[in-house]
């Protein structure tokens, strides 16, 4: 396996800053390599297992998306746990970008690699905050039925 720097706050804000670049066409190439093969990746939607089927799953937001940024506000380490947050800035098709705001905890494995990855946001609320009269509609339902 290659050598690989320690991964410390500024080199994961590095690296992420490096993902989604200018252009708006993420490339995850040289994260994969932090990476452990038997990666736990969770968010809202789904769970994926294995770096395979991580790496698939990539490929596939990079090719839905006709751009995706990320901004990265903050990242904290302790132990082998780092936490960052985010602004996610999507455009689909034709709409308009929509920004998703989340966290993400990173758990490293003995030899360092991420082993998990848990990403935290409100995928539709984020998204439907920009749809005219859908965006508060939306709101008050989640105030009114979750409190």
């Given at each position: 396996?290659?050598?690989?720097?320690?991964?410390?706050?500024?080199?994961?804000?590095?690296?992420?800053?490096?993902?989604?670049?200018?252009?708006?066409?993420?490339?995850?190439?040289?994260?994969?390599?932090y990476?452990?093969?038997?990666?736990l990746f969770?968010?809202?939607?789904?769970e994926?297992?294995?770096?395979e089927e991580?790496?698939?799953?990539?490929?596939?937001?990079?090719?839905?998306?006709?751009?995706?940024?990320?901004?990265?506000?903050?990242?904290?380490k302790?132990?082998?746990?780092?936490?960052?947050?985010?602004?996610?800035?999507?455009a689909?098709g034709?709409?308009?970008d929509?920004?998703?705001?989340?966290?993400?905890?990173?758990?490293?494995?003995?030899?360092?690699?991420?082993?998990?990855?848990?990403?935290?946001?409100?995928?539709?609320?984020?998204?439907?905050?920009?749809i005219?009269?859908?965006?508060?509609?939306?709101?008050?339902?989640?105030?009114?039925?979750?409190?």
């Amino acid at each position: 396996m290659n050598e690989r720097a320690e991964l410390s706050c500024d080199l994961v804000r590095e690296l992420w800053a490096k993902t989604y670049n200018a252009e708006g066409r993420p490339d995850w190439s040289h994260l994969f390599p932090y990476y452990h093969p038997d990666i736990l990746f969770r968010d809202t939607i789904q769970e994926i297992r294995g770096i395979e089927e991580f790496q698939a799953m990539c490929g596939r937001l990079a090719a839905r998306s006709k751009s995706l940024r990320m901004k990265v506000r903050s990242v904290v380490k302790e132990g082998n746990l780092i936490f960052l947050e985010w602004e996610m800035i999507l455009a689909f098709g034709k709409y308009p970008d929509s920004s998703v705001y989340g966290c993400t905890r990173l758990s490293l494995h003995d030899d360092g690699r991420i082993i998990e990855q848990r990403d935290y946001y409100d995928l539709w609320g984020d998204i439907f905050d920009n749809i005219p009269r859908f965006g508060p509609a939306y709101r008050r339902f989640m105030r009114r039925k979750f409190g």
